[in-house]
């Protein structure tokens, strides 16, 4: 049993291409070969997935790039988690760190966008705070309240307005959609999935960004007052912020 439990490992050692590993499986013609067919088989199947993974991001960069892209993100990241479904969490670091690779660098934000859908599609659920449990808190409550985001909230610092080719991109019947040209704009992405759909947004504000971090980072309701009232002012402060929660609260990025 130990001798076929390393036989294993060396299988898929030699498989997955390290250095080496194949040496005492190729003593035969016909097991080089076959070992070639699972070599291709598995560097096909991840590429198959990265590409799955990440939506619109092939379409838009093109086979040929893309393919070029994906096979050396592969060569540097083999997949190490047991679902492919999350082989691909390094590739927008990835992109950014090999710009050779990557034909406009708006892509790489595009990856992050794509990534963060499918990474809010898969998120845990969670009851949603409600109206009317805001309306039930004591006046005294409100200064230490402490608000939380839904599970499946994720916020991107964006360096480009991609959010148009994406639209555009979804018209999958389009074999050749006319793509907006990517402008430079930086700004707050908004994704999450409040129940079944996954949604995003751009932030309204810089306010908005700056509040919603806060309340990721568990700071009290007193202290996202605080930090309105130096941005806009002791007099707007708190409307700004009451009305922000209201619409945090409608649209589902809030949890109970």
């Given amino acids: 049993m130990t001798a ?9 050692r030699a498989i997955v291409g390290e250095p080496d590993a194949a040496k005492g499986l190729l003593r035969a013609r016909a097991g080089g070969s076959l070992l070639r067919v699972y070599r291709h088989a598995y560097r096909a199947r991840l590429l198959a997935a990265l590409r799955d993974n990440f939506g619109t991001l092939p379409r838009a960069m093109g ?5 070029a892209l994906a096979s050396a993100y592969l060569d540097a990241h083999p997949s190490r988690h047991p679902s492919i479904r999350w082989f691909g969490d390094r590739l927008a670091d990835f992109m950014q760190e090999h ?6 660098p708006a892509f790489i934000d595009l990856a992050r966008m794509e990534w963060a859908l499918r990474g809010a599609f898969d998120a845990a659920d969670a009851p949603l705070l409600s109206r009317d449990t805001l309306a039930a808190l004591p006046p005294d409550d409100w200064p230490g309240l402490r608000l939380r985001l839904h599970p499946s909230v994720q916020r991107l610092q964006m ?7 994406w639209k555009a991109l979804q018209d999958e019947a389009a074999d050749d959609p006319d793509l907006p040209e990517p402008q ?3 700004h707050a992405l908004i994704v999450w ?6 949604r995003w947004r751009s932030a309204g504000s810089a306010l908005e960004a700056v ?3 806060a309340v990721q980072q568990g700071e009290p309701f007193s202290v996202l007052c605080e930090r309105a009232a130096s941005a806009v002012g002791d007099a707007a402060a708190v409307p ?3 009305g922000l929660l209201q619409q945090w609260v409608d649209e589902g990025l809030l949890a109970a």
Avoid: K, M, S
């Avoid at 086979?63 to 393919?67: L, R």
């Avoid at 999935?193 to 996954?198: E, K, M």
């Fill in 193 to 198: 999935r409040p129940r079944l759909d996954t």
């Fill in 240 to 242: 700004q912020v009451v």
């Fill in 211 to 213: 509040l919603l971090e």
């Fill in 99 to 104: 710009d050779e690779l990557v034909p406009h």
């Fill in 4 to 12: 076929l439990i390393e036989l294993q490992h060396q299988l898929r």
């Fill in 184 to 186: 430079a704009l930086p």
């Fill in 159 to 165: 360096d480009w307005a991609v959010e148009p080719a």
């Fill in 63 to 67: 086979d040929e790039a893309f393919d």
